[in-house]
């Protein structure tokens, strides 16, 4: 299994610019989610899926889209990006949120600037 | 929404146990508590999770008073690869187990 991979590893676009962050899994996951990290702080939930065609907020929502076509697929767009979306973004999946088992499995992470 | 307070940072020595507690006063009834590890320039990674009483695994134990307020993360003999922001999270149930991370805290383990 890859587990969750995530691309591009690096990202800089420029203000107003729009694109998408990729995040797959080979684990028939149900649950899939977005983070953001900025330096020195902890992660922020940007929105997550619980299983195919379901999506929700978290935390952070505003600036993003998201959703969820596949079991494997969960693409996180940039609508118009500006420089408070400078972040290292991370996507993660777990088996089901309604299990026992809550572990999450992260990916290697984005490192977006936004200039 | 379940909060989680924890200490920013700790230190400690290899060989030594250490113990982080954290506190989480509203957490429900049906929602489990979790720790992640993280390094530098990686994503998080899946420690522990429990939901009371003592929890062991092959690298850390997890215990939790009855009234789960809180719970300590305990890691026997730490070595130097142990240094590492920790975090304690509730795993929302009824949010479908969606985790909402707090500051963490950084352990450095010395020689």
């Known amino acids: 299994n890859a587990g969750v991979t995530q691309t591009p590893k690096f990202q800089v676009l420029k203000t107003g610019q729009s694109m998408t962050l990729q995040c797959a899994q080979d684990m028939n996951h149900e649950y899939m989610s977005w983070y953001r990290q900025d330096p020195g702080m902890g992660l922020r939930l940007i929105h997550y899926s619980v299983g195919a065609g379901i999506t929700d907020q978290g935390e952070v929502p505003n600036g993003y889209n998201v959703s969820r076509s596949t079991t494997e697929d969960f693409p996180l767009r940039l609508l118009s990006a500006a420089p408070s979306q400078t972040s290292v973004y991370f996507c993660?999946?777990?088996?089901?949120?309604?299990?026992?088992?809550?572990?999450?499995?992260f990916g290697p992470g984005t490192r977006l600037t936004v200039t | 929404l379940a909060k989680t307070t924890q200490p920013i940072s700790m230190d400690s020595y290899e060989g030594q146990e250490v113990n982080i507690t954290c506190s989480h006063n509203?957490?429900?009834?049906?929602?489990?508590i979790t720790w992640y590890q993280q390094f530098p320039s990686q994503g998080p990674r899946f420690i522990i999770q429990?939901?009371?009483t003592k929890v062991t695994n092959e690298v850390a134990s997890l215990f939790i008073p009855a009234d789960r307020k809180s719970s300590t993360l305990s890691l026997p003999r730490v070595s130097l690869s142990d240094t590492a922001v920790y975090y304690c999270l509730v795993a929302l149930y009824n949010q479908g187990g969606k985790l909402i991370f707090g500051q963490g805290t950084e352990l450095s383990v010395k020689p």
């Open positions: 429990g939901y009371k």
């Open positions: 993660a999946s777990s088996l089901t949120g309604t299990a026992s088992s809550y572990e999450q499995y």
């Open positions: 509203n957490i429900a009834t049906n929602d489990y």
